[in-house]
């Protein structure tokens, strides 16, 4: 199961820190460029977009990260099957190719604004981009408080 909420965001103010912020080093899924893990962990106005999100009172932020996808870049699928882990998040701060759950038979078109939740198990990939356009996102996981 996939949940889907809008929130407000200033996507500017994320797009410039992610582009300060890209880790060349950080190996993942991601096949384009991403922050650190712990990047937005403790940034004010992360938490500000954090906190208007519908969330059960047990859990807390356990990381949080931005990516950035240029053209001819994506997302392998994976999970987040974390011991740990009880839920993930993204946060769309453009348009762009879309978010797939394959096992789900779902494809989410990206919109500023939109969070997504999911469980961690749940697959999930991003299509190539095709655009000259990057995609920008930010993600995150919960824990158990």
């Known amino acids: 199961m996939v949940f889907k909420e809008t929130i407000k965001i200033k996507p500017n103010y994320?797009?410039?820190?992610?582009?300060?912020?890209?880790?060349?080093?950080?190996?993942?899924?991601?096949?384009?460029?991403?922050?650190?893990w712990f990047y937005f962990v403790n940034d004010a106005e992360f938490l500000s977009v954090y906190n208007q999100l519908t969330l059960p009172l047990n859990v807390k932020l356990q990381d949080a990260w931005g990516t950035r996808l240029d053209k001819e870049d994506w997302?392998?699928?994976?999970?987040?099957?974390?011991?740990?882990?009880?839920?993930c998040g993204l946060v769309y701060l453009t348009e762009g190719n879309d978010t797939v759950f394959p096992d789900l038979n779902i494809k989410v078109k990206p919109a500023v604004g939109t969070c997504l939740m999911f469980s961690p198990q749940t697959k999930h990939q991003v299509t190539f981009n095709k655009s000259n356009t990057p995609r920008y996102s930010i993600s995150f996981n919960l824990i158990k408080k």
């Open 14 to 36: 994320f797009i410039e820190k992610i582009d300060k912020g890209i880790d060349p080093k950080v190996k993942s899924y991601v096949r384009g460029k991403m922050t650190d």
């Open 75 to 87: 997302v392998q699928s994976h999970n987040h099957n974390a011991m740990q882990v009880i839920a």
